[in-house]
């Protein structure tokens, strides 16, 4: 039922990077719940290896990638008091919190001391639940102990190490246990669903079997969410996967922001199975923390146009989509997130400043005033069908959702002197993807797109309560 979608939360999920429990909890309760967004997408929360960082106090984000044990207290980004804290806050906002799931390996070469104190060595993590009652040791690892030689090989891709990272053996039910044990634990807090990383490199039926028994999520009911992090090729297409969760939709991700990014969207009204992954399954999403570092076709630092894509992605209905949400890494992509962990009794390089949208080092994508606002016009759509209402050149575009949604992209340097049939009801609108009002008289819409911009109405969007409609703030 639409309008109650309207009314109550959705799918859209904003991805707080590297953001600490009591930020995000923050954020729940002032802007994802009020605004609609229906998950927040957390960092690992289990403890990680500490890694100096030579050039400053920031150690680098992907320590978090580099589990020491399924212990969730002390990391970098705050205590088990603070991570259950986030949950039930978000969750009085209707906010579901997605954790990201490191299952298939565990610490690169070395060894060291956690983030919690627990000792680790590459192939010795001896206490993964902090009672002393369970550990790993060589033989839960490989069976391969190399790195990934031979993308094309299917079984070096999902038992070799992805950069030299201690593989684990999933094939063994010791090991699916403690991490069956280690995601259960997270449901039982309150944990909604889960972004399953390296899924490519699990073999499925392992990712099956390990996610066979989760339990039922507190709260909000049903089993946890899944989507599987799986960058499909030949070797390992998408739909392997498709049989435990959804799955990442990177044949999107590429298309639809390098379409954005070259100004070419007037074909997007319909969009193809990506990758072979239906509707349904495919999580999508313009840029995630690896892209954005490593290939960055769109992102934040393209401003206008990458704010564009995310609003279409959030209007479009294919997939269940991310918005990513970043801190500004500058050139440097081994940098960590503004803290002051170089300071004595901060040894895992906490955070100490928490995010703030006002602080420029945050950039708060999902504040941006062509985004905050389209949690709601998603949820006010609902499965309602794409109807292409105009296009001009290769770089507009322009279609109603069903009768419950119009919305017109304008990925060009020029505004965009719109008029165009719709079939909303006739009223005056907030914009959701920007500012002002629009009418729609005689089931026709006229409207000047900004360049680079966008206009999107929703039923619901009449803004008489301007906290649940269109206009975000600007993240500055
Ligand atoms: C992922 N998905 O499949 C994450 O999205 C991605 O961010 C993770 O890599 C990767 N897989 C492992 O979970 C990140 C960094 C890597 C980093 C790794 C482990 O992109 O650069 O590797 O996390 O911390 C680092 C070093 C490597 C080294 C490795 C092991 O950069 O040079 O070989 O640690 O010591
Ligand atoms: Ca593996």
Known sequence: DATAAATGNGEAVVHLFQWTWDAVANECTDFLGPRGFGAVKVSPPQEHVVIPYAEGGNHPWWQDYQPVSYRIDNTRRGTAEEFEAMVSTCADSGVKVYVDAVINHMTGDGSGTGSAGTEWAKYDHPDLFGDGGAGYDRADFGPCYEEIADWNDKWEVQNCQLVGLAD????????????????NDLVDMGVAGFRVDAAKHVPEEHIGAILSDLHEVPVFGGRPEIYQEVIGDQTIPYTAYTPYGDVTAFDYQRDISGRFANGDISGLAHLPDYGGLSDEQATVFIDNHDSQRYHPTLTFKDGDRYYLATAFMLAHPYGTPVVMSSYDFGDNVTEGPPSTGSEPGNPAGWITEDADCSDSEWVCEHRHPAVAGMAAFRNATGDTPVVQRATDGASRL???????????????????????????????????????????????????????????????????????????????
């Open 168 to 183: 684990l053996d999933t094939a063994d039910p010791r090991v699916r246990a403690q991490i069956r044990r280690y995601l």
């Open 398 to 476: 322009a279609f109603d959702r069903g009768d419950r949604g119009f919305a017109a992209f304008n990925a060009s340097g020029g505004t965009w002197n719109l008029t165009a049939d719709t079939a909303l009801p006739d009223g005056s609108y907030e914009n959701a993807a920007g500012s002002g009002t629009l009418t729609v008289a005689d089931g026709r819409v006229s409207a000047r797109v900004p360049a680079n911009g966008a206009v999107a109405l929703h039923v619901g969007g009449t803004c008489d309560d301007s906290a649940e409609c269109g206009g975000g703030t600007d993240p500055g």
